[in-house]
């Protein structure tokens, strides 16, 4: 079988490629070769075609014309619509709760701290994973002793981490906001609190304790915890602590007043200490037996964050 002269090729007026004619042989050889031929043009003028401008994966929506209404596609409006709201640092791994009340976790998982599998573990993830089992979620909280927790719309609160699924905290049903640490504190809806210590690591939370009540505290806007010392801060600027029992079985000490400190509007809870900040913009740490201490003067600070062997102040200029 010989190819054809190029004088026997037909060209098409409307292509600037040709399209070979059949070959003289007929039968399913001449078949078989008019296909090859076929499929190998196509493919040649499909690669030239990509060679000549950018690809792109996402789906567009076309702007209507001046005067009409815009229709956006379900996708597009979803995409636009989901951003996250909340995100909480720990050690090697991050959580963040998106506006739809989803929850996602990306970072290390050697341990299970992402709580996404009791089963599988691996070292590192850099994208985004959906934490599963919990929905419309309100609240979020992690700590860098791997423990996460959540708070959901209908008030329950819920942890995972360690090598553990989600799983609800018992006996906690109007809840607002949760604080993770080795004691882990919710802030009730009514402005009262109530705390229980830690599940336990890699996956046995046998001995979490039934949480109890904080007596002595009311209004209650914020809660923060440090170790086995706990935080609260009230309605009226002033700040409350007191100290978690050692053993499960001793109740906690009562709360007491921090003195030196007043007009509160925040507080941020770390692994090993507490940051205060008062609404002139000063940020407070708290120094030996607790006494306050005096934290970048020179600045004045509209918002502050703080974690795992890290600080975040926001200045307010002008």
């Known amino acids: 079988m010989s190819w054809p002269e190029p004088s026997d090729h037909r060209t098409n007026p409307e292509q600037t490629s040709f399209i070979p004619p059949d070959p003289p042989v007929k039968g399913k050889p001449a078949r078989r070769w008019r296909l090859a031929v076929a499929s190998t043009w196509l493919t040649t003028t499909l ?11 996402a789906a567009t929506t076309p702007l209507p014309p001046s005067g009409t209404s815009a229709v956006h596609s379900t996708a597009a409006t979803t995409e636009n619509r989901l951003t996250y709201t909340a995100v909480e640092g720990a050690h090697y ?25 009791e089963d599988i573990r691996y070292r590192h993830t850099s994208s985004p994973v959906r934490i599963p089992g919990i929905s419309n979620v309100i609240a979020i909280s992690a700590a860098g002793s791997g423990i996460n927790a959540a708070v959901q719309a209908d008030g329950t609160v819920w942890e995972w981490g360690a090598g553990t699924l989600p799983y609800q905290v018992e006996g906690i049903s109007s809840a607002k906001d949760v604080v993770t640490g080795s004691f882990n504190i919710a802030l009730l809806r009514n402005g009262t609190v109530m705390s229980w210590q830690r599940p336990g690591t890699q996956g046995n939370h046998s001995e ?21 010392q706990e935080y609260a801060l009230k309605k009226d600027g002033s700040l409350w602590t007191w100290n978690e029992p050692n053993q499960p079985d001793k109740p906690p000490s009562k709360p007491a007043k921090l003195k030196g400190l007043s007009n509160i509007s925040s507080i941020t809870s770390t ?7 008062d609404q002139n913009g000063k940020v407070w740490g708290l120094g030996e037996k607790g006494k306050p201490v005096l934290l970048h003067d020179d600045l004045k600070v509209k918002q502050m964050d703080g974690n795992s062997q890290y600080i975040l102040l926001v200045n307010h200029f002008g």
């Not at 692994?271 to 900040?277: M, N, P, Y």
């Open 93 to 117: 791994y991050t959580i963040a709760l998106r506006s739809d009340g989803s929850v996602w976790a990306w970072g290390r998982n050697m341990f299970g701290e992402l709580g996404v599998s």
């Open 47 to 57: 690669l030239m075609g990509l060679g000549h401008g950018s690809i792109s994966y």
């Open 208 to 228: 979490v304790h039934r949480p109890h009540a904080i007596s002595g505290l009311k209004d209650i806007i914020q809660v923060g915890s440090s170790g086995q």
């Open 271 to 277: 692994d090993t200490s507490l940051l205060v900040l």
